[in-house]
Every structure is written in structure tokens, then in C-alpha cells.
């Protein structure tokens, strides 16, 4: 029995927003496939594969939770899990947020991430048909510090001064992965809590032990395709559609098999910026997974 196991999604299409379709996502989530395949001494049987229509929030959690469970007990030592859709942010309901400005207001938003049955509910997103950052937070930290969890979020995390939406209206050019909240309503009517704890990643360790966004779950590497205040494109390379930062991590992976994270990571950096995309990719992690 292998002791690795994968679930990697991408959401191109939308049940209930249908305007909102990306190109890439699908991609990415196959392309991660082969890398980990052909690198990482995966198999097929140790890769799930969740893509559009069999994306729905249910099937996504219920396939993450089966592979949390089997790390707790022991039999995995290496979980991957990637994430390729729109992101975008419902309320703080918590108060683990710090106060950002959405649209000339101050509003406390969680990060959270669209599967292909995401819908609205009243004045925001459904909490049945979204994936919380909260949500992912809750499962990674169950896991044991002896197995390995890199997680891959290939989405856009926040609306702050995000202007490339209006893109969505040219089929040809790079598309953010990221939608707007319905309304900012909702995010009004909790924005007043006071003296709360500050904000951590789905991977930091327990909320009260958050001190900011250097401290990692022990065993957990968290690669973002941008910055919490940027947009990950969804653009064409060499014919194909993917994410950018998905295309160029798995192209310096194979160009660099035996570099580290860390190594990758400032090679990716400078293969969006000569890309002329917008972007930061992001590595978290403690220091033994650099």
C-alpha cells in the first residue's frame, strides 16, 4: 500500500455562474498528476482527480477528509492536495481576519474557494456551496506532524484593489481567478468585532497560537499563486491554458528535479515576472521543508 496519496481539483466550469468559466483549471489539476507521477513516485491509484461537474464543494471535502483520516492513522506520509478555481471571500465570522478594505470599506473576509456548484445565498455565497480557508485550516491541523502536507492554490485570495476583473470581458486575454462577493452587505454586519486574534493560513498551527504568517503546522509546505492582495491569471502558454503560476512551477520542476523549495520558489518568482504577469507566488513553510 502506498503510504502517499493526492487530491488535486480544477474548476474551468460553474453550475450557478456560468459567466464566470476559466480555461486552465482542469489543466493544471492533470498537469499536477503527471508531475507527481513522473517526480514524486506517485501512481494512479494514488491520485484522485476532481475536475468540474465532480468539483462540488461535497465531493471535494468528502475526498479530502477520507485522505486527512488515513494520515491520522498513520498509513500516509505524504498528503497533496491543489487547488485550481476561482478564489474569492465570505465573512469573517470568527474574527480571525484582520479589517480590509473591500470597495472603499472596511470589512473583515475570510479567504475562501469556488467548486463547481458554488451559489449565492441571500446577499452572499452560500456556506454549503463554498470552501472556507477556515474549513481546509481545521482539517490540515489534524494531521500528524509525521506526514508531509504540501497544499497548491492556484486561485486569486482577496478583492483588495483588484482591478483586472474587468479582463473578464476579453476572451483572449490572461483571466483572474478571482470573483467578487455578491455584496458587500454581509461583510458590513460583521465588521465591528474588536480585540480579536489575528489572521493565520489554512496551515499555521491553533488559532491561539497564530502570531502571524511565518508560523507553519510543523510538516506543512503552502504554495499560493500569488500574493493575498494580487490575481493569479488563468492564460494561454504554448497553445495549452493553465494557471501561471501551476505552468511555471511544473516547467521549473522538471528543469530543476533536485532543487529545493526554496530554490524553485525564487525560480518561479522571476519566470512570472519575465512573464510580465502580475503576480507573487508564495512559499510557506517550516524550515526543514525549504
Not at 20 to 43: H, Q, S
Not at 90 to 113: C, H, S
Not at 159 to 168: C, H, R, S, Y
Not at 179 to 203: C, D, E, M, V, Y
Amino acid at each position: 500500500m502506498s503510504d502517499r496519496k493526492a487530491l488535486l481539483v480544477g474548476v474551468n466550469k460553474f453550475k450557478f455562474v456560468p459567466s464566470a468559466e476559466l480555461n486552465g483549471c482542469v489543466n493544471d489539476a492533470n498537469d499536477m498528476a503527471f508531475l507527481l507521477k513522473e517526480t514524486r513516485g506517485f501512481t494512479d491509484e494514488d491520485i484522485t482527480i476532481l475536475t468540474d461537474s465532480l468539483a462540488t464543494k461535497k465531493a471535494i471535502m468528502k475526498a479530502l477528509e477520507r485522505l486527512v483520516t488515513e494520515a491520522k492513522s498513520g498509513a500516509l506520509s505524504y498528503l497533496v492536495f491543489s487547488f485550481s478555481s476561482h478564489g474569492t471571500q465570505i465573512p469573517d465570522l470568527d474574527g480571525d481576519e484582520d479589517e480590509e478594505m473591500i470597495d472603499n470599506a472596511k470589512v473583515r473576509a475570510d479567504e475562501a474557494f469556488c467548486p463547481y456548484d458554488l451559489k449565492k445565498k441571500g446577499d452572499q455565497w452560500d456556506p454549503a456551496k463554498i470552501i472556507s480557508d477556515d474549513e481546509l485550516h481545521e482539517l490540515f491541523v489534524t494531521v500528524p506532524e509525521s506526514c508531509l502536507v504540501e497544499v497548491f492554490l492556484d486561485t486569486c485570495h482577496s478583492g483588495t484593489g483588484i482591478k483586472a476583473i474587468d479582463l473578464m470581458g476579453f476572451p483572449d486575454a490572461p483571466r483572474p481567478r478571482y470573483l467578487p462577493p455578491p455584496s458587500l452587505a454581509a461583510f458590513k454586519r460583521f465588521s465591528s468585532a474588536k480585540g480579536l486574534p489575528k489572521p493565520r493560513s489554512i496551515t499555521s498551527g491553533r488559532k491561539e497560537m497564530r502570531a502571524d504568517d511565518s508560523l507553519v503546522r510543523k510538516g506543512t509546505v503552502l504554495w499560493t499563486g500569488c500574493k493575498s492582495d494580487e490575481t493569479s491569471a488563468d492564460a494561454m502558454f504554448d497553445g495549452r491554458y493553465n494557471g501561471a503560476f501551476t505552468y511555471h512551477y511544473i516547467k521549473i520542476m522538471r528543469e530543476n528535479p533536485s532543487a529545493t523549495r526554496r530554490e524553485v520558489h525564487k525560480l518561479i518568482k522571476a519566470a512570472i515576472k519575465k512573464a510580465k504577469f502580475d503576480q507573487s507566488p508564495q512559499l510557506e513553510a517550516d524550515a526543514t521543508n525549504r
